[in-house]
């Protein structure tokens, strides 16, 4: 007999289909997923049995999920087989967090043996199975990330410290780039639901223990756990009271004032884009201030709030802001150096490098926030126990802060740079030149470093001539002979160095630039720089040097009568003299030049002339004027 169809759907509603009414579902798909569940729960029996062994995961776990799953793949599992596995594992998981929870033992103590006293508690043997497997590459990296969020997920507050002890031990091995570059958003996630439900006054300690696991596990140019807009916490609220109540030691108007200062440092870019909040804050920054100054507090006072004495005491984060308490926080050190140190932090912000004339604070703020810094500084200064050494601190990590201002600025880049692998060429390749944009790589370098810091061509120290004294002090060192240095390493070899050397001499010291044409090079070096002996060598006056007389025609000397300087001179003919050689005040040249033989008369004015072996710039200059005269005249 026919099944009697379905009746038509009416303009009323939809119909609802009863069980009998469904077309029945295709034979295959039923199969699968009893199949699904079988093949689950046979892993899951497997890994059970893995985890009985008390074996290092090396020597069992492969051979575990070639069992399990039987790959198509020997050693590494495809897509659908790791989400099979992925799937399989974490039921498994669930089952042991859910039995531990029966036994009434700890999820990380379950499964010791309180007699051995041997640690093998299951769900770590799971964990260490699984990131061996996932270190080695046998199974994708992120499913140790993903069952250790399963099990911070399923655990208490007290067994997620015992979870999170176990990721720190583990923290080398997660964070290999294997496995670091599958898991960080997982293990990012992992951590930022713990630390929703911790509490901020009741865990403080495991909250920083996660923060500094994160600044480990990520490296430090992640932008992640970077504020690059600088967003303000304005949720951070300091409640105070409005009214005045009876009671109070101190005067309510300035308790008022002093915690209406919270308001402008929780959001500090409101204050100074507003004027009218900047006076507000202007001035009752400056009553805060005057206040601390007239009454300044004692070494006694300090003592009493010695922070080294109280190293087992617990502090909070946020003083009490009740007005009763007002007399006994105004004589508390670190009260007042918490509100001054939150005023540095203030004006560092406004300070900040890189800001544009728009977002920085006007001239008139410039002048004030000067004045308060310097104010603030001294107070800190002067509050006890060790004021000085406090101010430098503070100082000093602003300062690095800075550092920090311009690397987000500048986009964040990565501080880690990747070695730089050369590439083995062909042996008979050629290597072609390369084309540099301005001639050479040097100066490319040096433009391309310029149009990055546009003050460095105007930069003082970057072009600087060295004085005389400076420059000459490793040929002086040369010159020394107690020095040992070899002839052929004195730096009056180099040529190079003894014309850049000449240049600068005749630039700051041109009496010193004249000794070269009497004693050379080293003749050059300032006096102060040698040692003694070699002193007196150059300063000592030489013998009568020779020199060749000079010729001068007949009609040279007619035609200059009134010089009385030029003497008539005998002319006299050497091997290599002629007329354009001749010189006059020429000194009497020594014996071993025949100077004796010569006969030479000598004029009055060659007498008076300057001493034997000198030869001044001016002398040299009337010279050549007169040379100059006797070759025009010929």
């Known amino acids: 007999m026919a099944e009697p169809s379905p009746p038509p759907p009416s303009n009323s509603g939809l119909r609802i289909l009863l069980a009998k009414d469904r077309a029945p579902t295709s034979s295959p798909s039923a199969p699968a997923a009893v199949s ?78 309180l007699d051995s006293g041997e640690s093998n508690c299951l769900i770590t043997r799971l964990l260490d199975i699984m990131l061996y497997l996932c270190e080695r590459g046998h199974v994708e990296g992120g499913m140790v990330f993903q069952l250790l969020e399963d099990l911070t ?120 884009t507003n004027p009218t909040k900047w006076q507000k804050f202007a001035s009752n920054l400056t009553v805060v201030l005057s206040t601390f100054e007239a009454q300044p507090l004692s070494d006694a006072d300090g003592k009493h709030n010695n922070l080294e004495q109280e190293e087992d005491a617990a502090f909070n984060i946020k003083y009490l802001t ?18 001054l140190v939150q005023c540095l932090i203030f004006f560092d912000y406004l300070k900040a490098p890189g800001k544009s ?10 002048e004030e926030i000067k004045s308060c810094e310097e104010r603030v500084k001294n107070l800190l200064e002067m509050i006890p126990p060790k004021g000085k050494e406090f101010l430098q601190s503070i100082e000093h990590i602003l300062e690095r802060e800075k550092n920090w201002v311009w690397w987000k600025r500048d986009g964040c880049p990565a501080f880690e740079k990747q070695p730089f692998e050369k590439k083995s060429g062909q042996a008979g390749a050629r290597k072609r030149k390369p084309r540099w944009r301005l001639g050479n790589k040097e100066l490319a370098q040096l433009w391309k470093w310029a149009e990055l ?26 010159m020394d002979t107690s020095a040992g240095i070899e002839e052929e390493y004195h730096h009056k070899n180099n040529r190079v160095y003894c014309w850049k050397g000449l240049r600068f001499q005749a630039r700051q010291d041109l009496e010193g630039f004249s000794r070269f044409c009497d004693y050379g090079i080293e003749g050059v070096v300032p006096p102060e720089l040698l040692p003694p002996d070699v002193r007196a060598k150059f300063n000592s006056k030489p013998g009568e040097k020779a020199k060749r007389p000079k010729r001068e025609d007949a009609r040279g000397t007619s035609a200059h009568p009134k010089e009385p300087q030029v003497a008539a001179a005998t002319p006299e003919t050497d091997g290599g003299g002629s007329g354009g050689d001749q010189e006059e005040g020429a000194v009497p040249m020594d014996s071993d030049n025949g100077a004796g033989e010569d006969g030479q008369k000598r004029s009055p004015g060659e007498v008076s002339g300057p001493e034997s072996g000198q030869c001044e710039a001016e002398d040299d200059g009337e010279d050549n004027t007169k040379s100059a005269h006797s070759r025009d005249r010929r």
């Open 357 to 366: 004339d728009k977002e920085g604070p006007s001239e008139s703020m410039k």
């Open 453 to 478: 810091n546009p003050d460095a061509l105007t930069d003082s120290d970057r072009v600087r001539m060295p004085s005389v004294t400076e420059y000459w002090k490793p040929l002086a060192e040369d």
């Open 36 to 113: 699904s569940h079988a093949d689950r729960d046979r892993i899951i029996g497997v890994f059970r049995t893995a985890l009985s062994r008390n074996e290092a995961p090396e020597a069992f776990a492969l051979q575990a999920v070639q069992e399990a799953i039987k790959p198509q793949k020997q050693t590494v599992l495809v897509l659908e087989e790791n989400q099979t596995l992925e799937n399989a594992l974490r039921r498994l998981l669930q089952e042991l967090v859910s039995s531990a929870v029966q036994s009434g033992k700890g999820i990380m103590q379950y499964g010791n043996s």
């Open 322 to 339: 009740s007005s009763k308490l007002m007399g006994l926080e105004l004589k508390d050190a670190s009260f007042r150096r918490h509100i």
């Open 153 to 272: 997920d399923m655990s208490t507050i007290k067994d997620c410290k015992d979870v999170f002890g176990y990721i720190e031990s583990k923290q080398d091995v997660l964070g290999k780039q294997e496995l670091f570059g599958r898991g960080k958003l997982v293990m990012l996630r992992t951590c930022n639901q713990l630390l929703r439900r911790l509490s901020k006054s009741n865990d403080v300690v495991f909250c920083g223990r996660i923060i500094m696991f994160l600044a480990h596990f990520f490296p430090l140019s992640e932008r992640s756990a970077l504020n690059i807009k600088g967003v303000f916490n304005t949720s951070n609220e300091t409640k105070y009271e409005k009214d005045a109540t009876d009671g109070i030691s101190v005067d309510f108007n300035f308790y008022q004032t002093l915690w209406s200062l919270q308001e402008h440092f929780r959001n500090p870019a409101l204050t100074t």
